[in-house]
């Protein structure tokens, strides 16, 4: 597959017995791709059979089981979802444990970046007024005194990049103490730490709501303030706007002062994703940016990888992967949550793929967590950080979430990313407001058609001219320069960004 010239039909692994259709307009049939005769139409993205299958056969790409042969399946033909049984999943309690094993990375060294130095040693790659709500009801007026403050304070404050509403839908009718509620709670509370916003904390609450904002007060920040709209010091709506603004301002001044400085890349906090994937998301934009994510690591940095029901599948791969039994453990107790979790909604995994991946070739979930998982890359797994918490660990990190794109991007800002980099195939024009997302396309007929959507095309390497480590090393450095603020992501340039959606697992009242 690395190997330049132009590429057909791409096998993953030399056990593969299905190989990827590569060219753009799919292949015909009749046509003749590496000595096989095309049985049917395949478009591209799809799978070809490379041999005959019996029912019962494996199908194998990646090198591992992805499905059972359901019909008898002749070489060249398409292999689609309807032709293949889904696999079980790894049995979580037959997994062995790893030994612990000593950190063998080789270090990468002199790679810097131009990023805001906080307090608490965490490293912003913008300098962002971020607004905190304890409660939706006080969304429409965070709206609204965030355009002011845009319009009327902010061309004072030039070394501030933005003002941000942390909007959500929690805080009233809650069901405070059940169990699962921690997690939306310390979402809330995680999120308005993030490095981008530079330690200042500012909540808007209403006053009645049941997630009080002394529930989001934490030892990390630097500076607090808390305002209700309720407070009857204010008489209409001008008052409390214009007491919104005067907390602001105080704030602003404050971040005004901070200074990009140069970090080393171990200050690098980098949150990877899919979303709306093809097949090519295993063979080209996720690899690459696994091999990135190394690099990252290797240079002493933090990577995050997620989405639960992606890994689910693969998790056999994972678990040998971790430093400790401990944080094996945890990972496994995080799937186990999960499929509880899905169970009790009355859903499996199956739920996962979407119609989208499946028009993009990817047949089952685990097609789908087989190509995913590649962009945590080689590295070892070193800690397993559950729903809204903080990572505690430089290196990789398995930060578990959902798979839903903005709810990934949302726990993975909570566990304090710095940097975004999501992979797609299928296209989304995807963004988070407080944080830099560089979109990488799998594909160039993405890649080209939302030329001024995506930042880093990975769709090269499937056409044979460029390796996964040129990729890698490329991407690696655009990640770099997004992070000192030299070069704007399309997102940013664009002004398109997403809401925060908190992952709530409890009862609502
Ligand atoms: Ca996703």
């Avoid at 009080?212 to 303030?225: G, W």
Wanted: proline share 6%; net charge negative.
């Amino acid at each position: 597959m690395a190997t330049k010239g132009k590429n057909t039909i791409i096998q993953t692994t030399p056990n593969d017995n299905v190989g990827i259709v590569a060219n753009v307009n799919g292949l015909e049939k009749g046509m003749e791709v590496n000595g096989i005769t095309a049985k049917d139409a395949i478009p591209m993205g799809h799978k070809m059979a490379l041999c005959d299958l019996e029912i019962g056969d494996k199908v194998i790409r990646y090198g591992q089981t992805i499905g059972y042969a359901k019909t008898k399946i002749g070489k060249g033909e398409w292999v689609d979802a309807l032709k293949m049984d889904l696999p079980q999943p790894p049995d979580l309690d037959s997994i062995p444990m790893p030994q612990p094993k000593r950190n063998t990375i080789e270090p990468l060294e002199g790679y810097t970046f131009q990023g805001f130095r906080n307090t608490d040693g965490s490293v912003g790659t913008k300098n962002v007024l971020g607004i905190t709500t304890s409660v939706q009801c006080v969304a429409g007026m965070t709206d609204f005194v965030v355009k002011k403050i845009k319009a009327e304070l902010l061309p004072r404050f030039p070394n501030v990049d933005d003002v941000v509403a942390l909007n959500h839908s929690y805080g009233c009718g809650v069901a405070i103490d059940a169990p699962a509620a921690i997690i939306p709670i310390r979402t809330v509370r995680n999120l308005a730490q993030n490095p981008n916003f530079g330690g200042e904390l500012m909540i808007i609450g209403l006053g009645c709501e049941k997630l009080q904002p002394n529930r989001l007060l934490n030892d990390s920040v630097t500076d607090a303030s808390i305002l209700f709209l309720q407070d009857e010091a204010f008489t209409g709506f001008s008052e409390m706007v214009e007491g919104i603004m005067q907390i602001a301002e105080r704030h602003l001044h404050k971040l005004n002062a901070r200074q990009r400085t140069t970090c080393p890349a171990s200050d690098l906090v980098v949150g990877m994703q899919c979303g709306g994937s093809d097949a090519f998301s295993g063979i080209t934009g996720n690899p690459a940016s696994g091999f990135a994510a190394d690099l990252i690591v290797r240079a002493g940095g933090t990577v995050f990888f997620s989405e639960v029901t992606e890994v689910r599948d693969a998790v056999h791969l994972l678990v040998p992967r971790t430093t400790d039994p401990s944080v094996a453990q945890a990972l496994l107790n995080e799937m186990a949550w999960y499929d509880h979790y899905l169970a009790q909604g009355s859903a499996d995994r199956s739920a996962n793929p979407t119609p989208g991946n499946k028009r993009g070739g990817l047949s089952n979930v685990v097609e789908k967590a087989l190509g995913s998982i590649a962009k945590s890359g080689t590295s070892p797994i070193v800690d397993v950080v559950a729903p809204g918490d903080k990572v505690r660990r430089k290196g990789l990190n398995f930060v578990a979430t959902p798979a839903s794109d903005f709810v990934c991007g949302t726990l993975q800002m909570a566990a304090g990313m710095n940097i975004h980099v999501f992979i797609t195939g299928r296209g989304t024009p995807y963004g988070l407001a407080a944080v830099p997302v560089v979109k990488v396309s799998s594909n160039s007929k993405l890649g080209n058609r939302w030329f001024d959507l995506i930042d880093f095309d990975a769709g090269p390497i499937a056409e044979g001219t460029k390796t996964i480590e040129e990729a890698g090393w490329d991407l690696f450095h655009l990640i770099l320069e997004v992070a000192s603020g030299k070069r704007k992501v399309a997102a940013d340039t664009l002004g398109i960004h997403n809401d925060l959606v908190l992952f709530n697992p409890a009862p609502l009242t």
